[in-house]
């Protein structure tokens, strides 16, 4: 696990903050999925941005788990099929400029490809925490950082070490000023 950590693309994962950065600074909204403990990550990234970055006088990030809505994500799924779950999720709420962030291990589930083309397709950023070949998804994806691991359990260690990476980095990012860039720190050779 150490090893796979230090592995990390530190300039990726920056790319995805930039990405982050500029939705809170544009009042934008993201929209986070994934299946299986991929959705459980998602879920808790949600609760950490919008709870563990907040501070009295300063605006929240603005974020939804597209995984928390059951009667929406057993809707999509019974009437239109489990592909269009986010999709569909993001139709009715998403706009112009918006950011979906796509967890994935393999890349490939067709949900998570439906959602992230919708984005592409709407004018969305699209993001993704992806396993270590990114798979379809990586060339659906804006930014993109991959878990460097061979199991699938160690990638979803390495994605919920990095959705707290990037909560610790939101918080300073709002903390210091909207204009700050506070460095992230996974260790490593800074790849």
């Given at each position: ?48 941005l919008s ?122 990012f709002i ?17």
């Amino acid at each position: 696990m150490s090893r796979s950590l230090q592995a990390v693309s530190v300039p990726d994962l920056l790319r995805v903050a930039a990405i982050l950065q500029d939705a809170y600074r544009s009042r934008s909204t993201l929209y986070v999925c994934g299946n299986g403990g991929s959705a459980a990550t998602a879920s808790h990234l949600a609760v950490d941005l919008s709870k563990n970055t907040r501070h009295p006088g300063v605006a929240p990030i603005r974020i939804v788990s597209l995984v928390d809505h059951m009667p929406a994500v057993t809707a999509w799924a019974n009437d239109v099929g489990y592909e269009a779950i986010f999709k569909g999720q993001l139709a009715g709420l998403a706009t112009e400029g918006d950011v979906v962030i796509a967890i994935s291990t393999s890349g490939n589930s067709a949900n998570i490809l439906h959602a992230l083309a919708f984005g592409r397709e709407h004018g969305m950023k699209t993001v993704g925490l992806l396993g270590s070949t990114g798979g379809r998804a990586r060339d659906l994806c804006d930014a993109w950082v991959a878990a460097p691991a061979e199991s699938v359990e160690e990638q979803e260690d390495l994605h919920m070490t990095m959705s707290h990476v990037l909560t610790r980095h939101m918080r300073d990012f709002i903390l210091a000023s909207r204009d700050a860039t506070p460095l992230l720190a996974l260790g490593g050779d800074g790849r």
